[in-house]
């Protein structure tokens, strides 16, 4: 089926032409009064306003969270589940009318919106109401009379800063860990996207309490930095890049706080030989795993965007993957059967162009794709890219940076310790994938790569319960699991002596 | 401060912009970012906003303005040289250019393609 474009009679979602920041509870107008045009990257025309916000407005959200933090750092962490368990439960009402809505702000094909970004959205939130309950403190006996007590208290008023290219999803993984261990929140969308968090606040503001939640609009520089310069949060949480990481690093060591960092990476998907051995639903699944390369048209943190394949199948093997990666379907994202949709933005979409261009110059092979996918009528004015196979080494440039787009750049290896020389040869380690039949060669790579995920036999999945996080340059931090609540959370250790008699010292 | 290695240079509407943003913001400063979402684009600040340690290079000037490199993704650009260009753009980071609804963006040149070690 084809959704009706936004604001059409027929369409899920209706969208204001203008919105402000969610502040303290309410819908309140920017300081300075100056909007900026939010764009869809389906078309690449404008489809409504979003607040351009300062220094003044981050203030007024701090002041909000600051009000609202007495009372919601003690509400009982039932209380709190409750809330994240309505907050799911409104997500999940409202869950095709998201999806649209976030296909719409982003590009993405509204299949994955359907089917991945929105429903995780709701199981995380359901994820860490059931985490924040079962989460027990220590209590530890020292010896005959003294006994350790340790207990988790939230840290205070944190900021977050959203990334674009899972805008509801990334919110999510930062917004419930922290509300379930009882901080108040300043979040900052991404300019790119963020008109689907805007939209998220107008369903479920009613069920937090005011100033608990506060989403601020801007350009980074504008408002994101102010926030994360604040010495007024607790702690700052970001998704990002690794210039902006460093940055947010140095802010947070004036201020002496914790941050926690998801910085991408250059993962690699990795296919042995035994991965052909039998033409069966295996092999199928590891062809798939190959393609994943495109989903979310590449702009995801952990994008298989290095295939390494060894070389006794190679050929074979790059025959069929060539041959699945060519049957992407693009068109209009909001068609359920369209495979890819629109990079976010412009200027993703001229990087992109930029390392097509340098994969070229540096002598890589264009196996298929290299080029802008130029679509008709209303898309034309969309920021397309076909799904592109480089083949190359490692050490060119392409295999070395995060692209972000619908780009895998391939090359072959000979054996174990060739593997996972070139699986390691890179400067981050978010996330890799391991393909072979063979148990022990699984759990050897799979120990050897050096990232925060590596999936084995699979690619791309994001379950609540299995932690995500980076190696090396790729982060500080682990998303997804009950260990991010110790992230938004103090230590207190109360130590306390039940004997009666002095210590004898004085 | 490190040596430049003068492998940068810029484009003319690049140029012009680091001029008009210079007139508001006084002298400024690159930084050549990595990682995923604005990654793999070059970063403006206001100069000094970025402390800049030694594991970054100096790649050069342009319009007077230093542009910087971490040292460990040097090594694996270093056969390139660096062009900074601008297009139109949604913002990116803290970059100062986002508000103008312009991006800096970094266009190489391959010098010499680079060898595969590892066959």
């Not at chain 1, 190696?471 to 009666?500: P, V, W």
């Amino acid at each position: 089926m084809i959704y009706a474009d936004p604001n059409t009679p027929d369409s899920l979602v209706q969208i204001k032409s203008r919105y402000a920041n969610y502040i303290g509870g309410a819908w309140i107008a920017p300081v300075k009064g100056n909007y900026f045009d939010n764009i869809t990257p389906v078309t690449g025309q404008a489809i409504c306003e979003i607040p351009r916000s300062t220094s003044e407005d981050i203030d007024k959200a701090l002041d909000a969270a600051h009000a609202a933090f007495p009372a919601w750092s003690k509400t009982s962490v039932a209380a709190r589940a409750a809330i994240l368990n309505k907050i799911a439960d409104r997500v999940e009402q409202n869950l095709e009318m998201l999806a649209v809505l976030e296909t719409w702000d982003n590009g993405k094909a509204v299949r994955e919106t359907l089917a991945a970004d929105l429903p995780l959205c709701v199981d995380h939130f359901r994820y860490f109401a059931s985490a924040i309950r079962a989460q027990q403190s220590g209590t530890s006996v020292l010896d005959d009379g003294t006994v350790a007590y340790h207990f988790h208290e939230p840290l205070g008023v944190v900021g977050q800063i959203i990334p674009w290219n899972f805008p509801l999803l990334m919110a999510t993984w930062k917004l419930a860990p922290a509300l379930a261990a009882g901080n108040c929140i300043v979040l900052k969308p991404a300019e790119q996207t963020p008109l689907a968090i805007l939209v998220l606040m107008e369903l479920i503001g009613d069920l937090l309490p005011a100033g608990v939640l506060n989403v601020v609009n801007d350009f980074g520089v504008e408002a994101g930095k102010p926030l994360a310069q604040s010495d007024r949060v607790a702690k700052v949480a970001f998704t990002g890049e690794t210039t902006t990481g460093r940055l947010i690093m140095q802010y947070a060591s004036a201020n002496l706080i914790p941050v926690t960092l998801e910085l991408g990476g250059k993962s690699p998907n990795v296919f042995f030989e035994d991965v052909w051995q039998q033409d069966d639903a295996y092999r199928n699944k590891a062809l798939e795993g190959f393609t994943l390369f495109a989903l979310n048209q590449g702009e995801v943190c952990t994008c298989p965007s290095r295939a390494l394949i060894e070389g006794s199948i190679y050929e074979d093997f790059m025959e069929a993957a060539v041959a699945r990666t060519q049957a992407i379907k693009m068109g209009n994202p909001l068609d359920t059967s369209t495979m890819m949709g629109a990079q976010a933005s412009n200027d993703q979409l001229e990087k992109i162009l930029s390392y097509l261009d340098i994969g070229k110059q540096e002598g890589a092979e264009v196996l298929t794709g290299g080029a802008r996918m130029e679509l008709p009528g209303k898309l034309a004015g969309g920021y397309y890219v076909q799904p592109t196979i480089f083949a190359g080494h490692n050490k060119m440039r392409v295999f070395q940076e995060e692209i972000f787009g619908p780009v895998v750049s391939v090359a072959r290896f000979d054996g174990y310790a060739q593997a996972m020389e070139l699986a390691n040869d890179t400067l981050y380690g978010l996330g890799a994938g391991v393909w072979t039949r063979n148990v022990n060669t699984a759990y050897r790579a799979g120990r050897e790569i050096q990232a925060g995920r590596v999936w084995q036999n699979c690619y791309h999945l994001y379950p609540a319960h299995a932690a995500f996080g980076g190696y090396k340059q790729s982060g500080i931090g682990r998303e997804n699991h009950l260990m991010m609540l110790n992230h938004y959370q103090q230590t207190k250790n109360i130590l306390a002596s039940y004997d009666e008699n002095a210590m004898g010292f004085f | 401060m490190s040596t430049s290695l003068d492998r940068v240079d810029c484009t003319p509407a690049a140029a012009a912009l680091i001029q008009t943003l210079m007139q508001e913001h006084g002298p400024l400063m690159f930084h050549q970012s990595g990682g995923c979402c604005d990654g793999s684009a070059p970063m403006c600040f206001p100069d000094g906003e970025f402390q800049i340690s030694p594991r970054d290079v100096l790649l050069g000037r342009v319009e007077g303005c230093p542009v910087f490199i971490d040292k460990s993704q040097w090594a694996l650009w270093s056969h390139t040289t660096l062009t900074l260009d601008v297009v139109p753009g949604r913002g990116s980071g803290f970059s100062i250019e986002a508000p103008m609804g312009v991006r800096f963006i970094t266009r190489s040149t391959i010098c010499l393609p680079p060898t595969d070690d590892s066959q």
